[in-house]
């Protein structure tokens, strides 16, 4: 189960947006790198090992949503400003972002729960205040792509303004992202931005862990910092598992249950990257972030037969404030006053900053839905072996230090979600 809630708060000034040519930005040598990093694993790296954002904790969050909601600011931008976004976000233009929102809200982001699939549910939230009118360029991209909730509002009654987002956040993520922001925040805010992303799937083989296995073992922390006992997920009574071991690292793939709809066809899967060194997980990060765009290189294509399969089961709730991120990594001209021109006839607007939470759980009550599922093994599992040659070793991922997970869908590539795990004790 796993909802995320993510919110921009605008303000409006009539200064004009500062000319990039003046502007200096502190991206310095990362700009570097982006050719090889998504504008979504870019913003994992930097959270992820940014001791400012996550000291170094559990971390769970929607790069997705933040990209989606820069891609509405875009469209509320033109000149260095949209020029600035449309790089970060690797765009040729405003149309691209659009066209490939278009195709996320249609195909990816969709509910499949009807059909036996993952239930997801996203949606955009843009609330105005009630001085201000939405030019009609932006309005027109608004109900055309995002398709938000869109309202307008007394934003001098902060107290009710509060109340009115935090209620839809609630509703939109089936009740369990609430309080997203607070009355006292709203001042001098004009135009808000939030959306939320729900996802809750079963297991595709419902026998993978069974609560009667679950048992407590140790955790080892970074650093020295000694262990926990947390209760350990256990599959090892599965045969076989979709699971590889890099040169220092391990990876598991476990699909959810799909849709029996195939029009269009969906699997999503949380891969799980485990260091083979206790204190190897920041190294791990680095290298899974900065070789994002061969991501599926580093992903398992086989079955391996199974030893042991312990996870812990855990739940994280985190929250960021991520402008500061944002701006270390060169996004800065959005959140200049007078910024963005085409979003509201009055006076130009800005970002004032973008808060994400996020709560994502892992256990095995998906895996009780379906007790008649059952592996189902390639029929090119050991192909071209002899009767002669021994087989390899069982295969053994025993997540019991601190890990990587992600959430992808697998035909499109879409990271839905991205985190880590450092002590599956902390919520």
Known sequence: MIPVGTGFKMETHSKS????????????????????????????????????????????????CIKLLLGIVAAGSNGPVC????????????????????????????????SGGPHLSFANGVWVDKTLTLKPSFSQVLENTYKPTLASLDFTNKGEVAKEINSWAERESKGVVNNIIDPYSIELKDVIMANTLYFKGLWRDSGTFREKHTRD?????????????????????????NAHHYQDFKVLSLNYKEASENVPKRMY???????????????LVQKVCTESESLENMLPNGYKR????????????FMVEASP???????????????????VEERAAYISN????????????????????????PTT???????????????????????????????????????????????
């Open 83 to 114: 020029d600035e976004l449309l790089s970060f976000l690797r765009s040729e233009s405003i149309n691209d972002l659009n066209s490939v929102a278009t195709q996320l809200l249609s195909s990816v982001l969709v509910d499949r729960s009807s």
């Open 381 to 427: 599992a050991g192909r071209g072996r002899t009767r002669r040659e021994k087989p390899p070793p069982p295969f053994d991922f025993i997540a019991d230090h601190p890990f990587l997970f992600l959430i992808r869908e697998q035909f499109t590539g879409t990271v839905l979600f991205v985190g880590q795990v450092l002590n599956p004790l902390y919520g």
């Open 306 to 317: 199974l030893g042991v399969l312990k996870i812990p089961r855990f739940r994280l709730s």
């Open 354 to 377: 973008i808060i994400q939470k996020c709560i994502i759980e892992v256990n095995e009550e998906g895996t009780k839905a379906v007790a008649a599922g059952r592996l189902q093994i």
């Open 17 to 64: 947006a500062p000319n990039a040519a003046t502007t200096t930005t502190n991206d310095g040598e990362k700009a570097t790198a982006a050719p090889v990093m998504t504008p979504e694993f870019r913003l994992a790296n930097h959270l992820l090992l940014s001791k400012e954002s996550s000291g170094y904790k559990n971390v769970a969050f929607s790069p997705l």
């Open 217 to 241: 073992g140790d955790f080892h922390l970074l650093d020295g910092g000694g262990s926990v006992k947390v209760p350990f997920m256990d599959g090892s009574h599965q045969h076989y598992a």
């Open 269 to 283: 899967t949380m891969h799980i990257f485990l260091p083979d060194e206790i204190n190897g997980l920041p190294a």
């Open 325 to 343: 991120m944002l701006k270390k990594m060169g996004l800065v001209l959005p959140f200049m006053e007078g910024a963005l021109t085409e979003m």
